[in-house]
């Protein structure tokens, strides 16, 4: 649920995600309203990086980078690089109303750094970004966010090794994220995240695995009553099997408990909850061809409050990264779980604990040596315990990405984003069009 999803690690993170030995997958739910944000990072191509071990996902159009990529600036034994974007964007539907649409001009500055370790052991990176958004007629939807975090990788031996990461949020969470039903009588939903991580990593072969703990809080300041504040403790992991080198097979078993600080919620119900989840799967990885993963398996979770049903059913993850050419890319989503949503209607009514199904497809094109053209589609689903409130959503998004040198770009992008819910008076389409000018040095 954070706004500055489109913040993206780089080098390290993909050093952290090889050393599992297949892709590793991000459980965690994504807000609908994300979807949108492009996934384009490839700077001009030159050289290709060839690397027989580079994944699909790195090797992806969408994704990769080329040697003639931006070097950064050598601090010590680390290397800084240093970002900004700035958007103008209109939105035709500001409030994700169904009657009494209101439009407005947007604009955002987001500056941001990483600062990555330059070791041929062990790794660290530290990494900031924020956002400042201006609307032009509906001042009261500005807003300041930022994410400042790090990470870290200690190689215990060839085989084994420590990773953790962390960071502190402030995210405002748009006015169509699931659970955010909109209006101008609403306000901005403002919430500080804390996220901290940790896991032993094993890539042994042809025995693997990962275990460890990860905790979040939430902690809304403003849209959302304290009441609703809380933390998540989990501890996940992962356990497989190499068959063959291209081909894996694993089961991913966590389990998560849901601790409000307010344990009784305005209308007398107890919050807390805990359940788990586990997959049985198998993964598919040929070096930059296609890396593909599936998990299937079921999730459970009660509740401390006795008149609230127990709630189970299918779990699925799956992700595919495909390069048919070394110019075309294929990026797909698929999964359905439960996600802890605990945000209000209008600030009156609880809504939360929703079972969410999403499907997701993005295809990527480099047209020439510095323009990325790409297009997405997805669908996803959330429906809510204990209260008489469903919502689907369509998404559909198409930009480009011009490489004006190897520090500045420029991209257009429209969104187009609908909302069938029950009730129906939550329902809205939204346009929206934007231009991003971009720096990365």
């Given amino acids: ?242 068959i063959t080198p291209d081909f894996s097979v694993f089961i991913d078993p966590s389990y998560q408990w849901v601790r409000y600080d307010r344990k009784t919620d305005p209308f007398g119900f107890k919050q807390n909850n805990e359940g788990f989840d586990v997959r049985f799967g198998i993964a598919y990885d040929v070096a930059q061809t296609v890396t593909a993963e599936l998990g299937v398996g079921y999730f459970r979770r009660t509740y401390s409050d006795s008149r609230f049903k127990d709630q189970d059913g299918l779990s699925v993850l799956a992700r595919l990264y495909w390069n048919p050419t070394d110019l075309i890319s294929v990026e797909a989503e698929a999964r359905r779980s439960l996600s802890e949503y605990r945000t209000t209607i209008n600030n009156i009514a609880a809504v939360g604990n929703a079972i969410e199904t999403y499907v997701g497809l993005r295809v990527g094109w480099e047209a020439a040596s510095a323009l990325v053209v790409d297009a997405g589609g997805a669908f996803a689903h959330y429906k809510y315990r204990g209260q008489n409130v469903t919502e689907r959503y369509w998404f559909f998004d198409v930009g480009a990405r011009y490489y004006l040198n190897a520090n500045f770009y420029v991209g257009p992008r429209y969104f187009y984003e609908r909302r069938d819910a029950s009730p129906s008076s939550l329902n809205y389409t939204d346009n929206r069009f934007l231009l991003t000018i971009g720096a990365q040095l």
Avoid: C
């Fill in 1 to 242: 649920m954070r706004i500055l999803s489109t913040f993206r690690a780089g080098s390290f993170a993909a050093l952290v995600m090889a050393s599992a030995a297949v892709v590793v997958l991000d459980s965690s739910p994504a807000d609908a309203q994300q979807y949108g944000t492009p996934v384009v990072t490839q700077r001009p191509s030159g050289a290709r990086d060839t690397r027989a071990d580079q994944s699909a996902r790195e090797a992806s159009v969408l994704r990769r980078a080329s040697p003639d990529s931006p070097a950064g600036f050598a601090v010590g034994s680390f290397v800084l690089y240093p970002r900004l974007e700035i958007d103008g964007e209109y939105d035709d539907n500001v409030f994700r109303t169904r009657n009494n649409r209101e439009d407005d001009f947007i604009f955002r500055v987001r500056p941001g750094f990483s600062l990555v370790s330059d070791w041929a052991l062990h790794g660290v990176e530290f990494y900031a970004q924020g956002e400042i958004g201006r609307y032009l007629e509906f001042g009261s939807e500005s807003y300041e966010a930022f994410t400042v975090g790090g990470r870290t990788r200690f190689d215990i031996t060839d085989e084994l090794a420590w990773v953790a990461d962390g960071d502190v949020s402030r995210n405002r969470l748009s006015r169509g994220a699931p659970g955010i039903f909109g209006g101008p009588i609403g306000r901005n939903t403002i919430v500080n995240t804390y996220t901290l991580g940790t896991a032993l990593v094993y890539t042994g072969d042809p025995l693997f695995w990962r275990i460890g703990p990860r905790f979040r809080r939430a902690d809304y300041v403003k849209g959302t009553p304290d009441s609703e504040n809380f933390n998540i403790y989990e501890i996940a992991a992962r356990v497989g099997y190499r």
